[in-house]
């Protein structure tokens, strides 16, 4: 045998010059090339120089869905490969022509539709004289690996995008397994209990953020939800500073695909600033819940001392100067001066009292009333008033202003115990909007008239802050105060558009700061109660007396009737309409109350007013709404405040049948 026959022949090498032992050796071999071509299981095919398929195994077979005996001859361009890889095909070929091996990937056409993507080694295919001859190209389906590549990097990415928007929220999340170790701690986490994540993970959540006083509690929720159960509350947690606050929790297990338990997964809020602002919307509404019913008690205290006080005066006026009775008469009356006094203060408080407002420098005022503050402080604290010179000019009562600082000086002086200081600061403050955001409640921005009342006494508790400013609370002894001070101040500041605050914790002193608005120009002078002069009365007037309280109807009628007057009575303004329909001649002036049933005083003036517009109207009332004086001012009608005495009385009737109406 020639030193040719030893070569191994390559498949399809025509055998014809060789004798018969060498053909059957070829064929043996190319048989043999063929079955380990055919057992690589890898796509294997072979085309000559014009790309013609030579060799086509199984497995692309089976890939593309060609067999064999369809693709011998056809050019492997036009049969399998795709647009987009004729470039890396044609740069296969030509690598192969140069005689050196073409790696890469390959997008193959199937026979049923849709692709494939190859992973193909392309090396050149050598003739029997040792020259090219063709390429031999074997494959690996990659496709699926891709599918899975691509998969797993979208699945990162959402990882990613779902890690970036948790980490973007601004509660804290967080995640355990189910023995409550940290697996995941976002930002915010980081933020609200001050770990880093890494130093988070892998330590119990418990361990980390539940203050001292909630670990029980924290263990009964963990259990309950390895249970599977859900849980939401507010929770008392730690920070890593030490410091505990109230959290609100929301936690819930996580099950994977076969609902098997893998871990829980929480959401933690810091909710201090938001249970701070209910509880101050609970506080107003408390104080306005009592502000009403102390108005309402007031209104109707006023209609029984209105009656006590006149029939005490009418005693007064009718039993001799040596009567042994006179002391009784006198004692009712001034009781019922004091409880007069009581009134005033609720009124205050549920600002409803009618102020006597005018403009007031509020330094001015507070310096001229210092030497009175000082008597009413006991020498052993030192007192000063401190004032930036600024000529603070508010619109407001100067009794009431004089009433506000003798109860904080006084409720200041009471808090010290030995020697200490109060001091009183004057000035005037531009309130921005951050500075009106940061106080709990609506405040307007605005230049204010400010006051504030500094001592260095005990304190308050939280406890008894809270409740300061509600009327009959207090913390002196029984018998040393009547807990209306600090309620009278809240009402004055409030029904004068001011702002009271307070600033004080226990062995800390306290500061009580009052906000008044300024007053650029000077309103109308409101409607207000004056001390009556007596006069005479003209004779034969007629009243129409409209009251739907008996005692005080009572009353009017006799201390009218006592005056000289005609007295026609009606419980309410609908009677009182009919009775001025058949005595509309006669009638001089109607006398009303504000707050009647079925027909009020207001009603019933503008209701007279239409029908008789010369008739004379006076109203009178325990208390003064703000629409009530407004009708006043706006329709000139007297206005008489109970409890009114018997000789007020006369004088506001005498002068409004005189033609002189005017408030009293």
């Not at 980081?190 to 330590?203: P, S, T, Y």
């Not at 210092?370 to 402080?377: A, D, H, K, V």
């Not at 009251?547 to 009017?556: G, K, T």
């Not at 001012?633 to 009114?644: C, H």
Request: with cysteine; aromatic share 4%; charged share 25%.
């Amino acid at each position: 045998m020639t030193a040719q026959s030893n070569r191994i022949p390559l498949v399809g090498e025509d055998p014809d010059d060789r004798d018969v032992t060498e053909l059957r050796e070829f064929q043996e071999r190319t048989r043999l090339q063929a079955a380990l071509l055919e057992c690589v299981g890898q796509p294997v095919c072979a085309v000559d120089d014009q790309g013609r398929i030579t060799y086509w195994n199984g497995a692309i077979a089976e890939l593309t869905g060609y067999s064999a005996s369809e693709v011998m001859g056809t050019e492997v361009l036009r049969l399998i490969v795709s647009p987009e890889s004729i470039d890396s095909a044609l740069e296969a070929r030509e690598t192969a022509r140069a005689g050196r091996r073409w790696e890469g990937t390959l997008r193959v056409r199937r026979r049923s539709g849709g692709s494939a993507v190859l992973r193909a080694t392309v090396t050149p295919a050598i003739k029997p004289d040792g020259t090219p001859g063709g390429r031999i190209a074997v494959c690996a389906d990659i496709t699926e690996l891709l599918a899975a590549e691509e998969q797993h990097r979208e699945s990162a990415e959402r990882l990613r995008f779902q890690a970036s928007l948790l980490d973007a929220v601004g509660q804290a999340v967080i995640a355990t397994d189910i023995k409550g170790r940290v697996t995941y701690w976002n930002r915010a986490a980081e933020r609200l209990f001050g770990w880093k994540q890494e130093e988070a993970v892998g330590r119990t959540i418990l361990e980390i953020v539940a203050a001292e006083s909630s670990l029980h509690r924290g263990e009964e929720i963990l259990e309950s939800l390895r249970r599977g159960e859900t849980w939401t509350g507010e929770f008392q947690v730690r920070r890593r500073d030490g410091t505990n606050f109230v959290a609100l929790v929301t936690d819930a297990p996580i099950f994977d695909e076969s609902g098997s338990l893998i871990g829980i997964i929480g959401i933690s809020s810091d909710i201090t600033e938001r249970i701070g602002l209910e509880e101050q919307l609970r506080q107003g509404q408390k104080m306005e819940a009592i502000g009403r019913l102390a108005g309402g008690v007031a209104h109707d205290f006023n209609n029984l001392l209105t009656a006590i006080k006149g029939h005490a005066g009418m005693l007064l006026e009718d039993l001799p100067q040596d009567s042994k009775h006179r002391e009784d008469a006198f004692q009712i009356f001034q009781a019922g001066e004091r409880a007069a006094t009581l009134t005033r203060q609720l009124l205050a408080f549920s600002r409803k009292q009618v102020l006597e407002a005018q403009s007031v420098d509020l330094a001015a005022a507070a310096l001229s009333l210092q030497p009175m503050l000082r008597r009413l402080i006991p020498e052993r604290i030192d007192f000063r008033v401190d004032s930036d010179g600024e000529h603070a000019i508010v619109w407001a009562d100067p009794g009431q202003l004089n009433q506000i600082l003798m109860n904080l000086v006084v409720n200041a002086a009471d808090a010290i115990e030995g020697t200490g200081t109060i001091n009183i600061q004057l000035d005037s403050v531009d309130l921005s909007k951050a500075d009106a955001d940061a106080i709990p409640w609506h405040v307007e921005v605005g230049r204010y008239a400010r006051m504030r009342v500094r001592d260095n006494g005990c304190g308050i508790t939280p406890q008894v802050l809270n409740k300061i400013f509600e009327p009959f609370f207090t913390t002196k002894a029984e018998g040393a105060g009547t807990g209306l001070g600090l309620s009278t101040v809240y009402g004055i500041v409030k029904q004068s558009g001011g702002h009271i605050m307070v600033n004080s914790s226990p062995d800390s002193g306290t500061t009580f700061q009052v906000l008044l608005p300024l007053s650029e120009t000077a309103p109308d002078v409101p409607v207000t109660t004056r001390r009556a002069t007596r006069i005479s009365p003209p004779a034969g007037g007629v009243i129409l007396l409209v009251e739907d309280d008996e005692s005080v109807r009572c009353l009017a009628r006799r201390v009218l009737e006592r005056g000289g007057y005609t007295v026609l009575q009606a419980p309410n303004g609908r009677a009182a309409l009919e009775l001025a329909a058949s005595h509309e001649s006669t009638v001089d002036v109607v006398l009303s109350d504000v707050i009647m049933p079925d027909m009020g005083g207001i009603e019933l003036k503008e209701r007279l007013r239409a029908m008789y517009p010369a008739l004379q109207v006076i109203l009178t009332s325990g208390y003064s709404e703000a629409d009530l004086r407004g009708e006043v001012r706006a329709k000139s009608a007297a206005f008489l405040r109970k409890p009114f005495t018997a000789a007020s009385l006369l004088q506001v009737v005498a002068e409004t049948v005189a033609g002189k109406p005017k408030p009293h």
